[in-house]
């Protein structure tokens, strides 16, 4: 039987949420703040903790795989201890290159507890959030960025127009506003950003440094025929837009990033736009 559009793109969608959303091979442990787990530690990285003698110094074992950040319960004491944690970690290579860029840790809840060096999070299995925007033209294509060759994660690969990591202090709508500005050169309006809930998602995969999750906010625009997309902050190379034919090819070639496919063939299922 031949195969239909939708068969495609549904094929399309659960290979996506496979590759994006992974378990892992061995069970991991429990990274604790102020009684709430926070993070997701990977057998590696606990056999550190439990050798090293600078980190015994901020962390400890309480039971078996969990470990709870040794502070009083005020911000300062946890941005210190974390901080010192963060540099030991640095020092023994155990982290992505320095950003100088703080990132909230949130509890399930979503109450914001501390915040630490973005370099951190993925040794520490914290979770962090991340904005997405599908942009489309007003004839229908999608408008995507090529990411830099100099990007150490997908170097080359296509993108969404604007995507993230939520800084600091931010919310979603905020982050996707200054993301939209640095990496596309767009001013949006308030109100022509469409946040998608409904598309919004959840990663988790092991990498290098230990355990990544990640939390996608999605957002809708339509940009205006007369507007060119023009990079600010050197992370994007250059700027296409693709018919929805192509941007199927681009996805079975993996030439685009699977979070930025994930959220485009949802997209397209939904028909969100």
């Not at 590759?19 to 590696?44: K, N």
């Not at 309480?62 to 946890?78: E, G, M, V």
């Not at 050169?185 to 230990?210: M, R």
């Not at 625009?221 to 902050?233: A, G, I, M, Y």
Request: hydrophobic residues 40%.
């Amino acid at each position: 039987m031949p195969q239909t559009f939708m068969d495609r793109v549904r094929r399309l969608q659960s290979y996506l949420r496979t590759r994006t959303c992974q378990q892992s091979p061995e069970p991991l442990g429990t990274f604790v703040i102020d009684g709430h787990a926070v993070g997701q530690l990977t057998p590696r990285v606990m056999s550190v903790f439990r050798h090293d003698p600078v980190l015994a110094q901020y962390l400890k074992e309480t039971k078996q795989n969990t470990f709870r950040l040794i502070a009083p319960s005020t911000p300062y004491a946890r941005a210190h201890a974390l901080d010192k944690v963060t540099l030991r970690l640095e020092a023994l290579g155990m982290t992505q290159q320095r950003r100088n860029e703080k990132l909230d840790i949130l509890t399930e809840e979503g109450l914001t507890i501390a915040q630490a060096e973005r370099s951190v999070f993925r040794t520490l299995g914290l979770s962090t959030r991340v904005v997405r925007l599908i942009a489309i033209t007003p004839d229908g294509r999608f408008w995507l960025q090529r990411r830099s060759p100099n990007k150490p994660i997908g170097p080359g690969l296509w993108d969404n127009l604007a995507a993230g990591i939520m800084s600091e202090g931010e919310t979603p709508l905020t982050s996707m506003i200054r993301e939209l500005h640095e990496e596309a050169g767009i001013d949006a309006n308030i109100q022509i950003l469409k946040p998608l809930p409904s598309l919004d998602f959840n990663c988790q995969c092991l990498v290098p440094e230990g355990w990544m999750q990640e939390r996608t906010a999605s957002f809708l625009l339509t940009v205006p025929s007369e507007v060119t997309p023009t990079n600010l902050d050197g992370e994007a190379d250059s700027f296409a837009c693709f018919t929805i034919h192509q941007l199927l090819d681009l996805v079975e070639a993996n030439r685009l990033m699977p979070e930025a496919a994930r959220l485009l063939i949802t997209g397209i299922i939904t028909r969100c736009f």
